[in-house]
């Protein structure tokens, strides 16, 4: 017998099957009538009601599927069914449902399309997706279940990184269901400009880059992508202006911009203008990155006291703990051996606490990372995973 927190669920979706299970027969039974104007409905049906009712969700379906193969009339509590069986995990039972269910010659053409729709759900949970896909495309070359089917072709496209489909897909979504797919788009362009620079393509790169900025002008990633470029070709006042754009288009994505700058600033010997900026940013828009290399900047140009005054007043507003340790590691270098030991072990403690927290986190469903990833692994939702800014005292 399964435990009540199991067949819960399962029993508020299987009543309704039973409910219409019961009415398919009662109605069969009415049709068929001669004198009579009562019908009797089939044992089979109270037999599975009574499973449900005593716990034995499993006994039920099988009444109920028997129930189902008894006449033509029950196609939708096949597809209840299979959809169900989907749901508990037991992809192959609804694979069968449904392909048997395609093989009936007694079928409507919207009845055989949705099954095709439900088997190629099918498919795609087992991870059968060429399968999936052959029906997705039969299914919107009819017109039928276009949204749905699009969906899936889209979410496949993607699992296999076909990244020319996934463009098609998506934007024969757009023409269909009016949907906002245009920062979606600009990053399979954005994979596309990646897969050509792996391919020492940057012609190609760029082409990739402008469109994906065309589509979506707010993309950080092809921002990003370009200046990189700019700075590996030694274009290095044009990579920072390409790297400042980021502000305007997504602070939060600021952090991924701040090391690229210092690398360049201090290639070019304007160590003093990515000063000036630094300070813009913190004041701007807080963020710990930028707090402790403009920390390290007094540092090297003021000293020490300097840099303590610095960040004890930036913590006193935005306490962090990587503030916390960077400030210790400033102490430790202006006191004696006795102190510095007794810091050291303050200086430790607070580096775990730093390191056991993530560096990004998706603002969708939380999934945390310590490396940026430009669509989430966990809900899959793109340009959702965000630099944690600041690994801030709870």
């Known amino acids: 017998m399964m435990q009540e927190a199991g067949w819960l669920p399962l029993l508020w979706l299987l009543l309704p099957i039973a409910a219409y299970s019961g009415w398919l027969a009662a109605r069969h039974a ?11 409905v089939p044992p089979e049906y109270f037999r599975g009601l009574n499973y449900l009712l005593n716990e034995q969700p499993d006994k039920a379906i ?48 919207e009845q055989r399309l949705l099954a095709m729709l ?14 999936a896909e052959g029906l997705f495309r039969e299914l919107v070359d009819t ?10 072709l889209l979410d496949i496209y993607q699992q296999e990184r076909d990244w020319h489909n996934a463009i098609a897909t998506a934007r024969r979504l757009q023409a269909t269901a009016a949907a906002g797919l245009d920062p979606v788009l600009a990053h399979f362009h954005c994979e596309l400009a990646e897969e050509s620079l792996r391919a020492r393509g940057d ?81 701007r ?32 507003t935005r306490p962090s703990v990587p503030g916390i340790n960077r400030l210790l590691d400033l102490i430790m270098r202006r006191v004696g051996d006795p102190v510095r030991g007794n810091l050291a072990v303050v200086r430790d403690a607070a580096a775990q606490m730093e ?3 993530p560096v990004y986190r ?5 999934f945390s990372a310590r490396l940026l990833h430009w669509q989430c692994p966990s809900c899959k939702h793109w340009n959702t995973v965000k630099p944690v800014h600041g690994v801030e005292i709870d």
């Open 203 to 283: 012609d190609d790169a760029r082409k990739w880059v402008q469109a994906a900025l065309e589509i979506d002008p707010k993309c950080v990633r092809a921002t990003l992508i370009e200046a990189a470029m700019e700075e590996r070709g030694g274009n290095l006042r044009a990579a920072i202006d390409v790297y400042r754009r980021v502000e305007q288009q997504d602070s939060d994505y600021l952090p991924e911009t701040i090391i690229p700058l210092q690398r360049c600033h201090r290639a070019l010997g304007t160590d003093a203008s990515f000063l000036d900026f630094l300070s813009g940013v913190v004041q």
């Open 355 to 357: 390191q056991d927290r």
């Open 143 to 152: 017109g039928s279940h276009m949204r749905q089917s699009l969906d899936h």
């Open 118 to 131: 439900e088997l190629g759900m099918d498919y795609m949970r087992s991870g059968l997706l060429d399968r």
């Open 285 to 316: 828009h807080g963020g710990i990155k930028a707090q402790l290399l403009r920390a390290d900047l007094v540092a090297a140009r003021n000293g020490d006291e300097a840099a303590m005054t610095y960040l004890a007043a930036e913590l006193s």
């Open 30 to 40: 009415q049709r068929n009538r001669t004198e009579s104007r009562s019908s009797r």
């Open 362 to 366: 998706c603002t969708h469903c939380g």
């Open 62 to 109: 099988e009444v109920f599927v028997r129930m189902a193969e008894v006449d033509g009339d029950t196609v939708e509590t096949h597809l209840a069914l299979g959809n169900l069986f989907r749901r508990r995990g037991e992809v192959d039972r609804a694979i069968r449902i449904h392909q048997n269910l395609i093989a009936r010659s007694s079928l409507t053409r």
